[in-house]
């Protein structure tokens, strides 16, 4: 597996959870690294994602409460989700993309938030 995601649960809407995406050096360096979720019957979209230069961008959904970071020397990508409501549920994927080659996906990570 060459990006291994971990880190979901369920908690109680206002609490947090932080997920992990672990991947090789080589992939780490050279991609830019991205989370997506899918809720039940819905498309997957873009969360958070951080450049290889470390430049962040999020959903609109999700600004100011999740943060996303690189860690340099784990080769650790992780999004910190603060005050969860029942609507970030979902299954949340890892993604390393670069402009030569096909996306990497890593398996997906189920998050339940209840009200």
């Known amino acids: 597996v060459q990006l291994q995601a971990s880190g979901g649960g369920s908690v109680q809407a206002g609490e947090s959870l932080r997920l992990s995406c672990a991947t090789s050096?080589?992939?780490?360096?050279?991609?830019?690294m991205g989370w997506y979720r899918q809720a039940a019957g819905e498309q997957r979209d873009l969360v958070a994602e951080?450049?290889?230069?470390?430049?962040?961008s999020y959903a609109e959904s999700v600004k100011g409460r999740f943060t996303i970071s690189r860690d340099n020397a784990k080769n650790t990508v992780y999004p910190q989700m603060n005050s969860l409501k029942p609507e970030d549920t979902a299954v949340y994927y890892c993604?390393?993309?670069?402009?030569?080659?096909?996306?990497?996906w890593g398996r997906g990570t189920l998050v339940t938030v209840s009200s």
């Open positions: 951080i450049t290889r230069r470390g430049a962040t």
């Open positions: 050096r080589g992939i780490f360096v050279f991609n830019d």
């Open positions: 993604r390393a993309d670069n402009p030569f080659s096909e996306p990497t």
